[in-house]
């Protein structure tokens, strides 16, 4: 079982952006861990600027900032 190695409030952008818009935002903010799917950890992510808001697995988040 993995663990979610993100905290809430970093923020972070997509690695894959195939099926989004050309105006998805670029960079989200963590805003809440949820439970794991197919064995990956998910999360809420937002853009606050755009007001869009996702969930999406770990393996599809890269870190902007890493404290």
């Known amino acids: 079982m993995r663990n979610h190695r993100f905290p809430i409030g ?15 935002a670029e960079t989200y903010r963590i805003t809440a861990k949820l439970p794991l799917r197919d064995n990956w950890p ?10 869009q808001e996702r969930v999406s697995t770990e393996d599809n988040l890269e870190p902007i900032e890493w404290a």
Do not use: H, T
């Open 10 to 24: 970093l923020s972070v952008r997509l690695r894959d952006r195939r099926n989004l818009s050309p105006l998805a």
């Open 42 to 51: 998910q999360y809420r992510i937002q853009n606050d600027e755009l007001g």
